[in-house]
């Protein structure tokens, strides 16, 4: 149970740093992977912000993905 | 079929996928947890460092088949040219390392209370190195290469060339002596785990595996916006 697992310092030490190295690496490679996603698709929004309104609206036309991160981006503005 | 697999086709998927996932992940994941460091029962040889396992088992499950899966698509690139298999090989390579580390730091953990080191190169061990070098080597590949065919053909020739590693690593422990435990869990005959160890086990790899989708979904996601970035530059 987690008492003994508490109280055997030595092992419990080992037990303890596996699980909160794994759990705090994991949470790290989370935040740093969804960082790029959000600056991926901020770039993005931006670049077709930059297009002329008739190259944009190529764009949106023929870009299921493009509408779609638009979309995604002014919900978050 | 292969048209169901394209970029465009799966985006809208993705979104949905990454908002279920993380609505049920944390529930997994306490469920997973309550199992494993208080529910389960110690070992009677090794006690509570048994507890290692519902970690480093699953990591080191999860670096194997993400591996075998590259090599597996990258035979499938070499024959059909399909740019979509490289993207999820490059999605999934960063996982694939990731946990081949996390399998060797925790294993490291396991290691040192059990065997009285932290570190042996016997056959597994050794294995298990040399596949975290070609994960290291696959995606150097085509974060050095620029062009992207010559980057596709040299990423896919390192993942096929290290899949001669992955039946290495699985029976290393039964060609050669070595330190690290036989496999208690089989798919073919019996498995010599206790259900009562068996179930957390299941728990944390089912755990890893949702957080793997996870983080494979939002690395797919980035690769196919990058190319699209590259194409609104072209106009």
């Known amino acids: ?77 | 079929m292969f048209n169901l697999l394209s970029p465009s086709n799966i985006f809208s998927f993705i979104e949905k996928l990454i908002k279920f996932l993380n609505s049920i992940f944390f529930i997994i994941l306490v469920v997973g947890l309550t199992f494993a460091l208080i529910l389960s029962p110690p070992d009677y040889l090794q006690g509570d460092v048994v507890r290692i396992m519902y970690v480093h088992v699953p990591s080191a499950w999860i670096s194997l088949a993400s591996y075998s899966l590259i090599a597996f698509l990258s035979i499938l690139n070499f024959i059909f040219k399909i740019k979509n298999f490289y993207l999820i090989n490059k999605s999934i390579a960063p996982i694939g390392l990731f946990f081949t580390c996390l399998a060797i730091v925790t294993g490291s953990l396991w290691g040192q209370p059990t065997w009285g080191t932290w570190w042996v190169w016997d056959a597994r061990l050794t294995s298990i190195i040399v596949l975290m070098f070609f994960y290291i080597f696959y995606i150097l590949s085509f974060k050095l290469i620029k062009d992207e065919k010559k980057s596709v053909n040299i990423s896919s020739l390192i993942a096929i060339i290290g899949a001669i590693n992955i039946p290495i690593i699985k029976y290393s422990v039964e060609w050669w002596n070595t330190l690290h435990q036989p496999a208690s869990i089989k798919l073919v005959g019996s498995s010599s785990i206790h259900s009562s160890m068996l179930l957390p086990l299941m728990l944390m790899l089912l755990v890893l595996l949702i957080y793997s989708a996870l983080i494979f979904l939002m690395k797919y996601k980035t690769e196919i916006i990058r190319i699209k970035k590259k194409n609104i530059k072209r106009l």
């Open chain 1, 1 to 77: 149970m987690i008492e003994n697992l508490l109280l055997t310092i030595n092992y419990g030490y080992f037990v303890w740093s596996s699980f909160l190295i794994t759990i705090f690496a994991c949470l790290l490679f989370f935040i740093k992977t969804r960082k790029t996603l959000r600056k991926y698709e901020k770039d993005f929004a931006c670049e077709i912000e930059k297009l002329s309104q008739e190259d944009k609206n190529l764009v949106l036309a023929n870009s299921k993905i493009a509408n779609q991160v638009l979309v995604s981006q002014n919900k978050t503005a």
